[in-house]
């Protein structure tokens, strides 16, 4: 999978409502991680959805900075949880039969299925 790059001309061009203000605001507070420095600045896929969340939060629903960092951190805490089960998933998957089951049987006895 290609990871294509842009730079910050093109971030502002995708989401017409961001400002280099906005983005080197989110950039200083940890929430876009682009490559090179702030002259020559680009972004991963990942920083351009994420600027999208970012003003969406901002813009759309008025959210301050503060807040704005709590939901971000909450949503990569989420994001690794679910690549964690992921991996739980694909062990278990690769276990004999006997120990799928009897997992299976744990998770409905702890109420977990």
Known sequence: MTNLMI???ELLRLHGRLT???VERWVARGLLRPSGGSESWTFEQIDVARARLLA???DD?????????????LIDQVHTLRGQLS???QAIAEQPPTTREAIAAALKRLGGG
């Open 7 to 9: 730079g910050l001309d």
């Open 61 to 73: 629903i008025g959210l301050d900075d503060d807040t704005v960092e709590a939901v971000i951190a």
């Open 87 to 89: 991996l739980l998933a």
């Open 56 to 58: 969406e939060l901002v």
């Open 20 to 22: 280099t203000v906005h």
